[in-house]
C-alpha cells in the first residue's frame, strides 16, 4: 500500500523559512515523479513544484520559483520542500503527492498545515 | 499560463445525473483528470486521461472533453458523492500541472 507522510509543517513568521518532509512507502520511490500540491484554508488546489525521477529536474509554479527548492533522497525514500522568504499568501496545507504518467496525481498524502503569520 | 475554469458549485438530487465542467483554451486536445475531495480529507483520483477510472471507482463517474471543455458527469448521483471536484491537466510546455478553481457538488 502507498503511504506518503508529511511532516515539518507549522506556524512561521513572515519572512521566515520551513521545510517539509515526506516519507514514502509501499513503491518504487526512485522511479516516480513526485510533486507538491497546497490548499489555502477554503480554497482550492494549487500545484507548487515537481521533481523528476532521479532528482535531476524540478519545476515551479510562479506564485513561488525563487523562494521555495524540491528536492529528494531516493536513498532514504524522502521528498522535501525548502520555504524560504515565507509569506501569508503561503499559509496552506501542502500535499505531497506521487505522480503517475502526465501529471495524474495518484497518490496523496494526508497533508501538513503551514501558518505564516505575524 | 494556462487557466482552467469551473463552475464553483453544482446542485443536483439523488438519482439524477450532474455534470460538472472544466473549461480551458484547446481542452479537447489535453488529457484531463479529476479529483474528488471530500471535506478534512485529501483529494482522491476519479478519472484520469479525460475518460479513464482508476480501480475502486464507480462507473457512474465518467469523463469527455471536446473543443475548450472537458465534463466530468457523475449519473445516478448519491448522498456520498458530495464533494468538491478538481480537474487538472499537465501544461507539457512548461512541464507544469494546472489545476481549475474546483466545483463544490451539492445533492439536494
Known amino acids: 500500500e502507498v503511504q506518503l507522510l508529511e511532516s515539518g509543517g507549522g506556524a512561521v513568521h513572515p519572512g521566515g523559512s520551513l521545510r517539509l518532509s515526506c516519507a514514502a512507502s509501499?513503491?518504487?520511490?526512485?522511479?516516480?515523479?513526485m510533486s507538491w500540491v497546497r490548499q489555502a484554508p477554503g480554497k482550492g488546489l494549487e500545484w507548487v513544484s515537481v521533481?523528476?525521477?532521479?532528482?535531476?529536474?524540478?519545476y515551479y509554479a510562479d506564485s513561488v520559483k525563487g523562494r521555495f527548492t524540491i528536492s529528494r533522497d531516493n536513498s532514504k525514500n524522502r521528498l522535501y520542500l525548502q520555504m524560504n522568504s515565507l509569506r501569508a499568501e503561503d499559509t496552506a496545507v501542502y500535499y505531497c503527492?506521487?505522480?503517475?504518467?502526465?501529471?495524474?496525481?495518484?497518490?496523496w498524502g494526508q497533508g501538513s498545515l503551514v501558518t505564516v503569520s505575524s | 499560463s494556462y487557466v482552467l475554469i469551473q463552475p464553483p458549485s453544482v446542485s443536483v438530487a439523488p438519482g439524477k445525473t450532474a455534470r460538472i465542467t472544466c473549461g480551458g483554451d484547446?481542452?479537447?486536445?489535453?488529457?484531463v483528470h479529476w479529483y474528488q475531495q471530500k471535506p478534512g480529507q485529501a483529494p482522491v483520483l476519479v478519472i484520469y486521461?479525460?475518460?479513464d477510472r482508476p480501480s475502486g471507482i464507480p462507473e457512474r463517474f465518467s469523463g469527455s472533453n471536446s473543443g475548450n471543455t472537458a465534463t466530468l458527469t457523475i449519473s445516478r448521483v448519491e448522498a456520498g458523492d458530495e464533494a468538491d471536484y478538481y480537474c487538472?491537466?499537465?501544461?507539457?510546455?512548461?512541464?507544469?500541472?494546472?489545476f481549475g478553481g474546483g466545483t463544490k457538488l451539492t445533492v439536494l
Open positions: 486521461y479525460t475518460t
Open positions: 521533481i523528476c525521477a532521479s532528482g535531476g529536474c524540478s
Open positions: 509501499g513503491f518504487t520511490f526512485s522511479s516516480y515523479v
Open positions: 503527492a506521487k505522480e503517475g504518467s502526465s501529471g495524474i496525481v495518484e497518490n
Open positions: 484547446n481542452t479537447g486536445s489535453k488529457s
Open positions: 487538472q491537466v499537465w501544461d507539457s510546455s512548461r512541464d507544469h500541472r494546472v
